[in-house]
């Protein structure tokens, strides 16, 4: 059964640094392509960043471009996002997503303008 566990989140003021984890069990994790999204209050999911199984290649969100940076390990089956200079406009539950249609349940990310 696959499961997949975020965390890292929390409240920060704007301008400030938070970094998430996505950890996954249940699957060989470093096959496949993996993401994060995100929903605001009363908006709906929306594609954040994706990479490869390899690392290799990655892409976002013209509106985190330049400030977040998704990376993974494969040998601790985990994958990140590295949120920089973060907004209040960034304030959303971060989900993590593998294909097949599993997510995680989401970390709350509040930034305080």
């Known amino acids: 059964q696959v499961q997949l566990v975020e965390s890292g989140g929390g409240l920060v003021q704007a301008g400030g640094s938070l970094r998430l984890s996505c950890a996954a069990s249940?699957?060989?994790?470093?096959?496949?392509?993996m993401g994060w999204f995100r929903q605001a209050p009363g908006k709906e999911r929306e594609f954040v960043a994706a990479i490869s199984w390899s690392g290799s290649n990655t892409d976002y969100a013209d509106s985190v471009k330049g400030r977040f940076t998704i990376s993974r390990d494969n040998a601790k089956n985990t994958m990140y996002l590295q949120m920089n200079s973060l907004k209040p406009e960034d304030t959303a539950v971060y989900y993590c997503?593998?294909?097949?249609?599993?997510w995680g349940q989401g970390t709350q990310v509040t930034v305080s303008s």
């Open positions: 997503h593998l294909p097949g249609d599993y």
């Open positions: 249940g699957r060989t994790f470093s096959s496949y392509a």
